[in-house]
């Protein structure tokens, strides 16, 4: 398992506890957390606690670990919705924000425009408690 050791790396703030983070899923080697500028409501993000940037720069043998934790975060979302993008951006042209590999998990629902262009709200301290207890 990686230690997170990224200065300046909010996903790593996260890891190491020193910034808030609503959590819905915690392990070993990844944390799962509800997104605070969600697409749609219940967007998830998973992350390995180990830093790095994307995909190919995480082992091989830590595959195994990321995606049982997508897994469990998806069966949590289920709750919300049964229909669901799962994605990963590498890269600033991809639309990758923060350099810090993560899975989003985000619930669809009709007609819920996810990937338009409007400007995303912040996720309330509400709304995150409201979510929580129905991710369980």
Request: proline content about 6%.
């Amino acid at each position: 398992m990686g230690v997170p050791n990224e200065q300046g790396c909010i996903f790593c703030s996260i890891v190491r506890k020193d910034s808030p983070a609503a959590l819905v899923h915690e392990d070993q080697e990844t944390l799962a957390f509800l997104d605070l500028f969600p697409l749609t409501r219940g967007h998830l993000l998973v992350v390995p606690r180990r830093h790095v940037d994307r995909l190919t720069d995480l082992p091989e043998g830590e595959y195994p670990g990321l995606l049982r934790a997508v897994s469990a975060v998806c069966r949590k979302v289920e709750r919300l919705s049964t229909h669901y993008n799962v994605s990963m951006n590498q890269g600033a042209l991809a639309g990758q924000i923060v350099f810090h590999l993560h899975v989003h998990v985000i619930p669809r629902y009709e007609g819920d425009n996810a990937f338009g262009r409007r400007p995303r709200e912040r996720l309330s301290e509400t709304e995150a408690a409201a979510l929580l207890k129905e991710l369980g």
